[in-house]
Each structure stands twice: as C-alpha cells, then as structure tokens.
C-alpha cells in the first residue's frame, strides 16, 4: 500500500487489477445519493447508498479521508447532454439531423429527444452504442487523469501508423494536400519546411489513443510533436520540424 501511495505521489501510473466494465458501470450509476469507490488493497468496488445504510455520513467522510479509497466520479448530467449534441450529427441523413437538432433545442428537449428514439428503434439502437463509447472515453480520460493502469486488460485497439510517400501524398484530396506547415513557431523560420503525413486507424477519442500514439510517433518516426487531421472516414497525423533550429511546433496553414 505505501508503494501505491507513493508511486501515485511520483506522478508514476500504478496498477489495479477492477474490471474496466464494471467501473465504467459504477461510474454510469453514480448519483447523489450512491457513491462508487476503488479499495485499492482488495482491488474491489465498493458502494455508499445513503438512501439504504444509515451509517452512510460516517463511512463517506472515512473513505474520503483515508488513501485506500479513490471515489469514482459521478457521470455529471451537462456531459451526457454535451454526447447528445455531438450524436445528433452522426446519421448521415441530413433530415433526420435536422430533426434531432431541432428536437433536442426544444423546451424539454431531452425528454422529447429520448421519446423520438422509442419510436425508432435503428436509431435508439445507435444512441445505446455511442453513447456507450462516450461513457467508456469518459472513464479512460479518468484513468489517464489518476495514473491508474488496469492488469492485463486492453482498452484501446491496435494502432496503425503509416507515412505517406510523396507520391501518394499527390493523391490526397486538395483540403489535405495543401495544407502544409508555413513557419517555425519558435525561429519563425519559413524556409525550407517540408511536410510529412500519416495515416492512423483510429480518432483521437480518448487520452490513451493519444498517449499511445504519441510514443508511436516518438519511437518509429522520431516525432516529438505532431497535428491531426480528420478526412472524413480516414484520420491521418501531420508532422514537420524546422530546418533551422529543429523545432517541431510549426504553424501550418493554406
């Protein structure tokens, strides 16, 4: 336990052996009455109702103040309408974007938004699966946030990167072609900069992507710093380092 504690101190990540599910379940089921909390030592979920324990006060104000306990966020009710603002551009029928948009913007929009899911059930089945993914996102955000690693559990796919070759780069649409790196952020430099760009086979969703990606970039491209660039069902990395000082953070632009 002391090596947890101070490791957690260190800012170095340490590791538990919970099921990612069923954090992610009580985070979704955290409220104000009910609370979720990680016992580091038996590396189990432990559960406060306030509304069923009437020795709730005591045990929340124990497990606040000792270090054996993390407290598992409560999934706060202004992310969950953030999700359904981004989801409503998801189908790609631009009525029924329109629709839900103007449904969701109403007066008890949220309460008309889950009425227009029941009665189309293709579309509800749409809503349970991104918004399972938000709320997996959310939790691996945390994880990242506490330095905790889960034993033996993969949370994220395989990634793949590949560099483009200048040939190939010539095929790209004129929206990412064109953009290219302008001038050195830290020298100014605008001579001489030269692009590179990748391909990835996954978005940004969550920090453990971008972590991974990072030591990606870092250990086969030697690229400490890098953009990216959303084209449509393709994610793709850009990257450039000034010919004058070596600096990676470029300005890039039209």
Known sequence: ?????????????????????????????????????????????????ELKDS???????????????????????????????????EPRDFILVDTLYKTLHRKNGVKLFYQLLESQPHLKEQWLTYRSAALRNEMINWLCNNNIELTSQYLIPTIEIKEITAEEIKLLPDEIKDFKPYACLHCHNEKGMKARIFTINVSPENMLIEQETQRIMKERFGITHHGGWSGGEQEFLTASRCPRCGCEEIFWDY
């Open 1 to 49: 336990m002391k090596e947890k504690k101070m490791n957690k101190e260190k800012n170095i990540p340490f590791t538990i052996s919970i099921n990612f599910n069923e954090l992610t379940m009580a985070f979704e089921q955290s409220a104000n009455s009910t609370h979720y909390f990680i016992d580091l030592e038996s590396n189990k979920i432990i559960c406060i109702d």
């Open 55 to 89: 020795d709730a006060r005591t045990k929340l104000s124990q497990m606040r103040n000792n270090k054996r306990y993390i407290k598992i966020p409560q999934h706060d009710i202004r992310n969950e309408q953030l999700v359904m603002e981004t989801f409503i551009y």
